[in-house]
């Protein structure tokens, strides 16, 4: 039976960069984010849902408007809600039945909000990435060229950090103190471990 783990984090804190290293190490990792924009776009029932929710507007040409549907949920938290209580059972199903199919020792769900979601409950074990708030902000900042207030906005949307790191089994530190590399092969290490452990349970 495949070690099913979690890798959660707050925006900006690097989960993306954390699962690309382990997919370097040849495990599979599922994006949760991106999965869920795929099933927005070709899940007929869940377009209609949202489409009745949320406007017309939700989709143009056939695809996910996510700008229209961003600036609907991130000032609201109710509509979030909602939002989220459409697509992350779809998601949930999804990932699950992904991972079922993987034929390595370990495989790896990447979510921002595996404890927001109730995800947790089908997973073996979480890795937490932790990065200081102002560098979270900093790069998401860079990344997706918006403002600070913005980021700080998606951010009250979310756990907060410390208290979601207290949450998870093992936390990478992503603060730029600290060398990425070396701590995600240990803790490789101990998920191979772990998963040949419970193969021989």
């Known amino acids: 039976m495949i070690l099913r783990i979690g890798l959660t984090g707050g925006i900006g804190s690097g989960k ?55 600036q609907q949920v991130f000032k609201d938290k109710e509509k979030l809600a909602l939002l989220n209580s459409f697509v992350h059972p779809i998601t949930i199903r999804d990932g699950l039945e992904w991972m079922d199919r993987q034929k390595t020792p370990y495989a790896i769900k990447e979510a921002a909000l595996i404890f927001e979601s109730g995800s947790q409950k089908d997973l073996d074990y979480i890795i937490g990435v932790f ?19 913005a980021v ?33 092969i240990s803790l490789h290490q101990k998920l191979l471990a772990l998963s040949n452990d419970k193969a021989f349970s």
């Open 131 to 149: 990065a200081p708030e102002e560098l979270r902000v900093h790069r998401t900042v860079s990344r997706d060229k918006i403002t600070p207030e």
């Open 152 to 184: 700080r906005l998606r951010m009250k949307n979310q756990m907060n950090e410390e208290e979601k790191m207290k949450m998870c089994d093992f936390i990478i530190d992503n603060d730029e103190a600290k060398a990425l590399l070396p701590q995600v």
């Open 16 to 70: 993306s960069t954390v699962a690309a290293i382990f997919e370097v190490l040849g495990i599979p990792v599922y994006y949760a984010d991106a999965a869920a924009k795929n099933i927005m776009n070709n899940n007929p029932e869940l377009k209609e849902k949202i489409i009745q929710r949320f406007g017309a507007d939700s989709y143009k040409n056939g695809e996910l408007n996510r700008s229209y549907l961003g």
